[in-house]
């Protein structure tokens, strides 16, 4: 509510000083902008008000004319007096700040003073922030609903027993059952086993919505689905019902999923990527340390992959790593894991691995993947590469360390020549395709 003041307060000028000090120290702890404006004139602003204005001395607005506060779209209203905006009992508002800004305000103004002293106090609150916040909220609303394709929620009202009372026709096309079919019905039939088997076990209808993070709805044919549902109680008279807004989030749940991939998987090979290669190598030595296996890092740098694109363009170069990704996955066991680093490096994690022996059969299955010729827009290509192995734990049990040392291999590997492997850097061999 606005600061209210009695009508038999006089003049400003012709109060007692020590009162009026009294009086302005009271509206300078206000928590919100407090002006008090004489004909237009403003003679006080708190402390609140200068610095949502953004003014650094209240000189600055004494004495100064009200109406240029006002944003140009409210200051028609504005001009009509303050004696008619007090008659409103709060108006929403903009406020021009110093800085040319603006800020929006709940505001009040109240006459105090006798009518022909023609003395206003304006209360307002500043209620940007809150506003801000209510669009992003509602912008993100509004994307979440387009990335989802969301349609309207249905809307179902059940008994206090979970008798199904209505049945609105969005309900009918998430369910994909007509409401003469379920009404009369339990609540139950619209949720699969094991949740409605939950239901009078220990667990009120009411609490569907409780029973885990993501409530399954089952629609007529049997499948099961991802839903939303909140539950709210309405009295009718002496009876009580309970209306369920529920919402198919299906393709949100796809999206999410499709957000996840992205952010773990290469953009264009659909390979993990640096990130889940981290996740998977650090999965993967925990399974060898419990079984005491080895695994091996396997670090594929592509040979002169450059003069591909610079000579048949970037886009036959894309489709050469897309089907070399293709060739590394099928060659590789379900064990293995096949990742781009970025740009023309790839790294491979063999899990299960008995010795070099086995790393260096693996290697040349590797390498004969990479090799193979292929044709991509009428162009015959062929790529080599160069590999780097290091192994858990010979060479050591740090995961940080494993991808370092399979990296220095490769390296030394490269410096070698082409069609070239290496466990160790001063262990370089040929491997023959």
């Known amino acids: 509510m606005a600061i209210q003041f009695s009508d038999e307060l006089e003049l400003l000028k012709a109060t ?10 009271i509206l300078d702890r206000c928590k919100n902008l407090v002006l008090l404006v004489r004909r237009r004139q403003i003679c006080f602003v708190n402390d609140v008000a200068l610095a949502a204005l953004g003014y650094g001395s209240k000189h600055e607005l004494l004495g100064a004319d009200l109406l240029p506060l006002f944003v140009n779209d409210y200051r028609e209203l504005a001009e009509m007096g303050l004696d008619v905006m007090s008659q409103e009992q709060m108006i929403p508002m903009k406020l021009v700040r110093h800085d ?27 209620i940007t922030a809150h506003l801000r916040a209510a669009r992003a909220l509602r912008s993100r609303e509004q994307w979440l609903e387009g990335v989802i394709n969301t349609v309207a929620d249905g809307i179902v009202t059940v008994d206090d027993r979970g008798i199904v009372q209505s049945f609105n026709p969005a309900a009918e096309r998430i369910f994909r059952c007509r409401a003469d079919e379920i009404i009369g019905k339990s609540i139950r039939e619209l949720v699969p086993s094991p949740i409605a088997d939950q239901v009078g076990q220990g667990v009120e209808w009411t609490q569907l919505s409780l029973l885990g993070k993501e409530l399954m ?8 689905f991802p839903m939303e549902m909140s539950l709210r ?8 019902s309970y209306t369920g807004v529920v919402r198919d989030i ?6 999410e999923e499709r957000i996840r991939h992205l952010a773990q998987h290469d953009s264009l090979t659909g390979l993990p990527n640096r990130f889940l290669f981290g996740d998977r190598l650090d999965a993967a030595i925990s399974r060898a340390s419990r079984h005491h296996d080895r695994l091996a890092v396997v670090f594929i740098d592509l040979n002169d992959f450059k003069p591909i694109n610079d000579e048949f363009g970037h886009a036959v170069g894309d489709q050469a790593l897309i089907s070399l990704a293709e060739r590394l996955k099928k060659s590789m066991r379900k064990t293995d894991t096949v990742a781009r680093l970025g740009g023309d490096e790839f790294v491979v994690i063999l899990e299960e691995i008995s010795g070099e022996e086995h790393v260096r059969g693996l290697a040349q299955k590797i390498m004969a993947a990479v090799e193979e010729a292929f044709d991509v827009e009428d162009h015959h290509l062929q790529i080599s590469a160069s590999l780097g192995i290091a192994l858990f734990p010979d060479d050591t049990t740090s995961a940080d360390q494993l991808v370092e040392f399979a990296d220095r291999a490769m390296y030394a590997a490269k410096k070698s020549g082409k069609h070239f492997a290496c466990i160790h850097p001063e262990d370089v061999w040929q491997v023959v395709v």
């Open 16 to 25: 007692p000083a020590e009162v009026w000090d009294t009086r302005l120290q």
């Open 100 to 126: 040319g800004g603006e800020i929006d305000v709940e505001l009040w103004v109240d006459q105090i003073g006798a009518p022909h002293q023609d003395i206003f106090i304006i209360e307002a609150r500043n």
């Open 217 to 224: 709805g089952k629609r007529k044919d049997g499948d099961v």
């Open 233 to 240: 109680e309405m009295l009718q008279g002496d009876s009580v």
């Open 250 to 255: 299906s393709a949100r749940r796809r999206a």
